[in-house]
Nanobody
């Protein structure tokens, strides 16, 4: 059974930082690209960052220079370091991966940026 379990969300003031973690189980983690998506209230889910199996990261324009995605294959975990957070970053953040005939999502972790 494949599981993706996110953690690390919470309430933070504008300008603050959070580090999200996503622990995977039930998959051969190192052969999967891993993504972080987010969905704000009333908005569509959007891709925030992706890291390839070769550790190559890509980012949405809205988070470039502020967010960093990384992975630890030994721990089957992908991280999202979020710095200089803005109120517009408020959303539920989801870990995701997919392969041929498969598509896996975590349950999400809530991030609220507010003073």
């Amino acid at each position: 059974q494949v599981r993706l379990v996110e953690s690390g969300g919470g309430l933070v003031q504008p300008g603050g930082s959070l580090r999200l973690s996503c622990k995977a189980s039930g998959i051969w983690f190192s052969i999967y690209d891993m993504d972080w998506h987010r969905q704000a209230p009333g908005k569509q889910r959007e891709l925030v960052a992706r890291i390839s199996t070769g550790d190559y990261p890509t980012y949405a324009d809205s988070v470039k220079g502020r967010f960093t995605i990384s992975r630890d294959n030994a721990e089957n975990t992908v991280y999202l370091q979020m710095n200089t957070l803005k109120p517009d970053d408020t959303a539920d953040y989801y870990c995701h991966t997919s392969g041929v005939g498969s598509d896996y999502w975590g349950q999400g972790t809530q991030v609220t940026v507010s003073s």
